[in-house]
């Protein structure tokens, strides 16, 4: 599996940003996938998850009510839809997918086999 993910970018607070990320490779609707964030000095953190047929997705309280996941299964998409930005979200944005779970997303890192190479969301304030 890979994935590539795009759309970061510098945004003021309270703007918004839409992240995307194009997995390739195994079947994509059979997995969990999710956005991970990593600030500067901090550890790799859970933002927002979706099971594998997008039933019901997941997310922090930092994000809750603020970002939404998707995915299109028929383009091999995952997106991630920021809006009220705000500076504390900086940080390089992940896409994963976790091939060899049970099609719920965790949010522990280590339950994620693959792993797009980041993206960085700047929000100034």
């Known amino acids: 599996v890979q994935l590539q993910a795009s759309g970061g970018g510098l945004v003021q607070a309270g703007g918004s940003l839409r992240l995307s990320c194009a997995v390739s490779g195994r079947t994509f609707g059979s997995y969990a996938v999710a956005w991970f964030r990593q600030a500067p000095g901090k550890a790799r953190e859970f933002v927002a998850g979706?099971?594998?047929?997008?039933?019901?997705?997941y997310y922090a309280d930092s994000v809750a009510g603020r970002f939404t996941i998707s995915r299109d299964n028929a383009k091999n998409t995952v997106d991630l839809q920021m809006n009220s930005l705000k500076p504390e979200d900086t940080a390089v944005y992940y896409c994963a997918a976790d091939w060899l779970g049970s099609g719920h997303p965790a949010e522990d890192v280590s339950e994620y086999e693959y792993w797009g190479q980041g993206t960085q969301v700047t929000v100034s304030s």
């Open positions: 979706l099971t594998w047929n997008g039933g019901k997705s």
